[in-house]
C-alpha cells in the first residue's frame, strides 16, 4: 500500500487561524492568566504557536492521553500516559487539543480537570470533526472544521510519522502496482 497525502490546509491557512485564536483568547482572558494544557504529542505544534500568540500570562503543562494506539480508530478506552506537573486549583484552564472526533478524550479530561478544582475549563482544538462525535463536547474554540477523513501533519501522525508536516494533509492509500495494471504482491 502507498499512502498518499494531500494538503487539506496550509501553513500559511493554519498561521492566520492560530493568530486569530490567539487573539481571541486574549480578548476572552483579559486581566487574567491562562494555564494551556497541551495534551501530546499531537498538540504540541499548535500549543507553541498559539502560546506566542495570546497576550495575557500564559503558564504551560502537559499531559499524555491515548485512545488510538497506532490505529486509525479510537479504541474509546482513555489511558492517561502522563499526568499534570502542577495544580489547576483555582486558574483558568484551556485544554489544547490538535483533533477532536468522538469527543471521548475531552468529555474525560473536562470532567477530571473540573473535579480538581478549576476555576474554569476551556477547550481549544486545531481541528474539529463533529461528524464524529459520540460525546457531548461543547468546544470553546475551533480552529477548522473538518470533514471525516484522516489527517496527519502539524502535530497529527499516523504511527507516530509525519507530525511534522507544516501543513494538515489527508490521507489516502492505494495499491501499488507492478507497473502491468496487477497489484505488486
Known sequence: MKMNVDTLLS?????????ELGAQISRDYAGK?????CILKGACFFACELAKRITVPVFLDF????????????????????DLDDSIEDQHVI???DIIDSGRTLYFLK???S???AESVAICTLLDKPDRRVMDVHVDYVGFTIPDQFVV?????YAQRYRNLPYVGIVSFEEETDGTGGADH
Do not use: N, P, Q
Open 33 to 37: 492568566s491562562v494555564k494551556l494544557i
Open 63 to 82: 499531559m499524555s492521553c491515548s485512545s488510538y494506539g497506532d490505529g486509525t480508530e479510537s479504541s474509546g478506552d482513555i489511558i492517561v500516559k502522563k
Open 11 to 19: 501553513e500559511k491557512e493554519i498561521d492566520a487561524r492560530v493568530r
Open 153 to 157: 501533519g502539524y502535530g497529527l501522525d
Open 115 to 117: 473535579a480538581r478544582g
Open 95 to 97: 485544554v489544547v487539543e
Open 111 to 113: 470532567k477530571e480537570l
